[in-house]
């Protein structure tokens, strides 16, 4: 089991940036992030297949978010930040760090993941 502690959630504008972190206990063969809006099913955001070579790992990206956000891994602090930019209201949900057992693909669904974090509030105002 690893540990997921997410931070850096907030309240701004449509078009600003804003930057999550998660925190975790160890690196997992799949992480990422997933956010659940009100009355909506929880969705995966961006996600990252951290079992490749030289720590030179593939990310993944939902089509609503590809080109704003941009997801990073830090090996070495174990930190994994989703980087928000061009914010819109649709964007408004929470945010989940979420980890897998096992390797992933450019698809990445609820079931496969073992371990989730509490979650960050991400709010945008149009």
């Known amino acids: 089991q690893v540990h997921l502690v997410e931070s850096g959630g907030g309240s701004v504008e449509a078009g600003r940036s804003l930057r999550v972190s998660c925190a975790a206990s160890g690196i997992r063969p799949c992480m990422g992030w997933f956010r659940q809006a009100p009355g909506m099913e929880r969705e995966v955001v961006a996600h990252?297949?951290?079992?490749?070579?030289?720590?030179?790992?593939?990310?993944y990206y939902a089509a609503s978010v590809k080109g704003r956000f941009s997801i990073s891994l830090d090996y070495d602090q174990n930190t994994l930040d989703l980087q928000m930019n061009n914010l819109r209201h649709d964007d408004t949900a929470k945010y989940y760090c979420a980890a897998s057992q096992s390797a992933c693909d450019r698809h990445l669904r609820e079931w496969q993941i073992a371990d989730w974090g509490q979650g960050t509030q991400v709010t945008v105002s149009s």
């Open positions: 990252i297949n951290t079992m490749t070579d030289s720590r030179r790992y593939v990310a």
